[in-house]
């Protein structure tokens, strides 16, 4: 069954999809009443929806079941210098597809260009159909951060009191931050299985012309273990998607957790 996204606040009654969704369904995939469709709202839930009455731009819906699992206990967010890369969007989805809760664009000292003050809204988009594809039911937040390392810094401690307010005295969340740096020692490897079995972890790579040695201190002085991912300069995007995709691993049962 094809996937459409339903915003979070739109996931009330009476259920209707507009706009690109509502085209999508009823243009291309030629959705008439009585056509069962499920929504996604990027919070988790997901439900199964029957098509009563269509219009030109307007699909309205019955809810039939809806399901919302619990979040997954390990939620890894990604800060990432900022830099002019053609390839934001790629990252944005690859993010979607190996289950990152947050990425964090933030302003480094030799980023290429000034980080916006705002995600822009193009970015969802991205996410949304990264989602549609694989099924995943959660779309990470995404915050950009136009000051330096202590303004990231703050942010992910805010991360970690606000998981720990949320948890049980039976499942209080473990902290791990980790800086992911070209000058770290290769034989310092980073390890998923060095990450908490519960609650955020936070990873942090620097942009295209990496850390300066002042914002990797910042870091370093704050808690956050260098690690590094290898003898081989790597790409923005390919450090990204590296660190993701062992975290995803390590998630699935390929490694062992702490």
């Known amino acids: 069954m094809k996937s459409l996204y339903l915003p979070p606040d739109q996931w009330q009654e009476p259920f209707r999809l507009e706009g690109p969704e509502a085209h999508h369904l009823l243009t291309v995939l030629r959705a008439r009443p009585g056509t069962t469709v499920r929504l996604f709202d990027g919070h988790g839930r997901v439900g199964d929806f029957i098509v009563r009455a269509a219009a030109r731009k307007t699909a309205h819906l019955e809810l039939l079941t809806q399901q919302r699992p619990p979040r997954p206990r390990r939620e890894i967010h990604l800060a990432i210098g900022w830099n002019k890369a053609s390839r934001r969007g790629w990252i944005l989805e690859k993010a979607v597809e190996l289950g990152a809760a947050g990425l964090i664009f933030w302003q480094a000292s030799r980023s290429q260009g000034r980080v916006p003050d705002q995600p822009k809204e193009g970015w969802t ?116 998607l590296l660190c993701l995709g062992l975290c995803y691993w390590s998630i699935q049962g390929g490694a062992s957790e702490a």
């Open 125 to 240: 988009d991205h996410l949304v159909n990264a989602a549609k594809q694989c099924g995943n039911p959660w779309l990470p937040t995404i915050t950009t951060v136009p000051e330096g390392p202590d303004e990231v810094i703050r942010l992910c401690s805010n991360l970690s009191n606000q998981a720990s307010l949320q948890a049980s005295s039976q499942a209080t969340p473990e902290s791990g931050n980790f800086l992911i740096w070209e000058s770290a020692s290769p034989s310092d490897l980073f390890d998923p299985g060095q990450l908490p079995s519960s609650g955020p972890a936070v990873l942090v790579l620097g942009p295209e012309g990496g850390l300066a040695e002042n914002e990797a201190q910042s870091f370093i002085g704050n808690g956050y273990l260098p690690r590094s991912l290898g003898r081989s300069t790597l790409r923005w995007e390919t450090a990204a």
